[in-house]
């Protein structure tokens, strides 16, 4: 009856979180659909709640039992701030993380990507990387176009500092014409996103769960 009720709570936090910890010391973190910020959307569409993780990080940094963090990623992107404020937690977080773009890492994705320790990519996956886009109401002066100016700066800022992309790269990326139909930007495969150094290594499961492992005995006392 204990193992049954465990089982039942584990599934509940899989549903809710798209995370679970097991058995193991290494913690498995879900980033899937798009980044929900600060405005709710359509119950029919996949999403991954920031108000959620934000307090998850916290106590997973905090939980001595947790040696590991392995961020599966398959987003469409997002809401940028949301994104990028997870970003910016894992990064600052002393517990090794590793992440795995599975399907696709895309917009605000890459960030969220680079934000791990090590990063790994499966050879059937892409990223998209393109300009900062906002929808709804813009006011068409020259304060509204200075503010996406910044936060793609600082997009831009926080993904070179952590991956090995240069920046004139990062930027061609983002203002590409000849890639996207209907978008200015740049789509790169597993193979290409490594190439470029945005992310560190093709590889799968095995391959992110094995660096995980590594740095985790590495930052052993």
Same mark, same amino acid.
């Given at each position: 009856?204990?193992?049954?009720?465990?089982?039942?709570?584990?599934?509940?936090?899989?549903?809710?979180?798209?995370?679970?910890?097991?058995?193991?010391?290494?913690?498995?973190?879900?980033?899937?659909?798009?980044?929900?910020?600060?405005?709710?959307?359509?119950?029919?569409?996949?999403?991954?709640?920031?108000?959620?993780?934000?307090?998850?990080?916290?106590?997973?940094?905090?939980?001595?039992?947790?040696?590991?963090?392995?961020?599966?990623?398959?987003?469409? #992107? &997002?809401? /940028?701030? *949301?994104?990028?404020?997870?970003?910016?937690?894992? +990064?600052? !977080?002393?517990?090794?993380? @590793?992440?795995?773009?599975?399907?696709?890492?895309?917009?605000?994705?890459?960030?969220?990507?680079?934000?791990?320790?090590?990063?790994?990519?499966?050879?059937?996956?892409?990223?998209?990387?393109?300009?900062?886009?906002? #929808? &709804?109401? /813009?006011? *068409?002066?020259?304060?509204?176009?200075?503010?996406? +100016?910044? !936060?793609?700066?600082?997009? @831009?800022?926080?993904?070179?500092?952590?991956?090995?992309?240069?920046?004139?790269?990062?930027?061609?990326?983002?203002?590409?014409?000849?890639?996207?139909?209907?978008?200015?930007?740049?789509?790169?495969?597993?193979?290409?996103?490594?190439?470029?150094?945005?992310?560190?290594?093709?590889?799968?499961?095995?391959?992110?769960?094995?660096?995980?492992?590594?740095?985790?005995?590495?930052?052993?006392?």
């Amino acid at each position: 009856m204990e193992k049954e009720e465990k089982g039942t709570e584990k599934t509940a936090e899989i549903c809710e979180l798209g995370a679970a910890k097991g058995e193991s010391d290494i913690f498995c973190l879900s980033i899937i659909g798009e980044i929900e910020g600060h405005g709710v959307l359509d119950s029919s569409r996949k999403t991954t709640k920031y108000e959620h993780l934000l307090p998850l990080l916290f106590s997973l940094e905090e939980d001595e039992s947790v040696k590991g963090i392995l961020i599966l990623l398959n987003t469409l #992107g &997002g809401d /940028v701030e *949301a994104g990028l404020a997870l970003a910016e937690v894992i +990064a600052s !977080m002393k517990t090794p993380s @590793v992440s795995l773009v599975l399907g696709g890492g895309h917009s605000i994705g890459v960030p969220l990507a680079t934000a791990a320790r090590r990063s790994f990519i499966v050879p059937s996956a892409t990223m998209t990387v393109h300009p900062v886009r906002t #929808g &709804g109401l /813009v006011l *068409a002066v020259p304060q509204s176009f200075d503010y996406l +100016a910044r !936060m793609q700066d600082r997009i @831009v800022r926080f993904v070179t500092a952590h991956s090995r992309v240069k920046e004139e790269e990062f930027r061609r990326m983002m203002m590409a014409t000849e890639t996207l139909a209907n978008d200015i930007g740049t789509l790169l495969e597993g193979e290409d996103a490594v190439s470029c150094g945005l992310i560190d290594e093709v590889g799968g499961l095995s391959e992110a769960i094995a660096a995980l492992r590594t740095m985790t005995k590495r930052d052993l006392p």
